[in-house]
């Protein structure tokens, strides 16, 4: 696939290292010219460090990996507005969350996927890769097994396939919640996860076991 990242840390260069191993092409666009430069000559063979609009335009699937508070300069850097993602999936992996606490710091009922669906239209936004640490996806498997399930929520769904491929090019195991309609739900985990685990209780005991 042609793959687009905007943005140059952590989980972007955890997701494209990924996705270069599996043999996908990927354009970097970063606000920092140079710091998308450094992360594309790090991933080597295949990987593109381009100005954000060109990191968008003609890809089969788009990850916005940057901090939730940096999405909408982000998305104006690649020309969201003017529809540069309109029939694109578009990987929504970001945690609005109070580090430690556990708040979600979207409004009340508001989800950070539906506001970046707001800022690019036509986009097919799709919830994933959000409740894992990026170093999940680094390095060769050790076996065959899933090393996660990566639920998402979107509403269209050939964009759901398509970032379901994503994620078991990675070694992960897709599953799909529902539509937008639920992604707040998907949000709300990960500050169910992040608030439990900073109280010193383990996130994973607090979940029933269901056969
Ligand atoms: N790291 C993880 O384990 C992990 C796991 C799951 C989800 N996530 C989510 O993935 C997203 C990226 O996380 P990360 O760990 O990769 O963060 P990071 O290493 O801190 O990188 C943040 C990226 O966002 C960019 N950015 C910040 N403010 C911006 C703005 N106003 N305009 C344009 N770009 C801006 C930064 O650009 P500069 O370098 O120019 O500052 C940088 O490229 C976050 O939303 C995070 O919640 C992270």
Excluded at 55 to 61: E, I, N
Excluded at 87 to 96: F, H, M, Q, V
């Amino acid at each position: 696939m042609r793959i687009g990242i905007l943005g140059t840390g952590t989980l972007a260069a955890a997701l494209g290292e990924g996705w270069i191993r599996a043999g996908h092409e990927v354009r970097i666009g970063g606000r920092s010219r140079d710091r998308a430069a450094k992360l594309a000559e790090r991933l080597g063979r295949g990987a593109y460090a381009v100005p954000p609009r060109e990191a968008v335009a003609g890809r089969d699937a788009v990850l916005l990996a940057v901090s939730w508070d940096g999405v909408g300069e982000m998305l104006g850097l690649a020309g969201a507005a003017d529809g540069a993602l309109a029939g694109t999936p578009l990987i929504d992996p970001t945690n609005a969350v109070a580090h430690g606490v556990g708040d979600l710091l979207t409004e009340r009922g508001e989800s950070m996927a539906l506001r970046i669906a707001g800022l690019a239209p036509g986009a097919h936004v799709v919830k994933a890769f959000h409740l894992f640490p990026a170093g999940l996806w680094t390095g060769p498997a050790d076996d065959g097994r899933p090393r996660a399930t990566v639920v998402m929520c979107g509403d269209d769904p050939a964009a759901l396939r398509i970032v379901g491929e994503l994620v078991r090019d990675v070694g992960g195991a897709p599953a799909t919640l529902g539509s937008l309609d639920r992604v707040r739900q998907l949000e709300e985990i990960a500050g169910f996860v992040i608030g439990l685990a900073f109280a010193g209780v383990d996130p994973n005991s607090a979940i029933p076991r269901v056969s």
